[in-house]
């Protein structure tokens, strides 16, 4: 998916134009609020290996973004003039199947526990009391 969009131009830019117009609808429908600092603009970042909060985003990033993402991968499918059609549409039947659905909200939340204590252990200045605490707090979480 990152790659079928990530590694064009255009294509990020359908993305940007099919979020907007995501948000948009949101906004008439009255499903989100509009104010400052809310709905700025999304990408899909990639990953890096060694930080669990690049990771958090991104899976954050592909939920919120999914209606959008699911139609620029349609649209790349769909339209001859792209030659990643077959590519966009692998990844679009891969996108939509319970599996993948399942294992992003499924990340998104274990991901989401784990956040406070992954923030924590960046800084340069935690005493290992608190971070034990963090750590106690995130396991009793994931056990529940």
Not at 15 to 24: G, N, P, S, Y
Not at 123 to 143: C, F, G
Request: with cysteine; aromatic share 8%.
């Amino acid at each position: 998916m990152l790659t079928a969009i990530g590694n064009s131009c255009k294509r990020l830019q359908l993305l940007r134009a099919a979020q907007a117009e995501e948000v948009i609808e949101a906004l008439e429908v009255g499903k989100i609020e509009s104010g400052h600092g809310l709905n700025q603009k999304m990408g899909l970042a990639r990953p890096v290996d060694t930080r669990w909060g690049s990771h958090y985003k991104m899976i954050q990033h592909v939920i919120f973004m999914y209606r959008s993402i699911r139609r620029v991968l349609q649209q790349i499918r769909d339209d001859a003039e792209y030659k990643e059609s077959s590519k966009a549409h692998i990844a679009l039947y891969s996108f939509e199947s319970f599996e993948f659905v399942f294992l992003a909200h499924l990340l998104d939340t274990i991901l989401g526990y784990t956040d406070d204590l992954n923030c924590a252990l960046q800084k340069r200045d935690q005493d290992i009391l608190n971070v034990v605490s963090l750590i106690s707090l995130t396991k009793t979480q994931l056990e529940l």
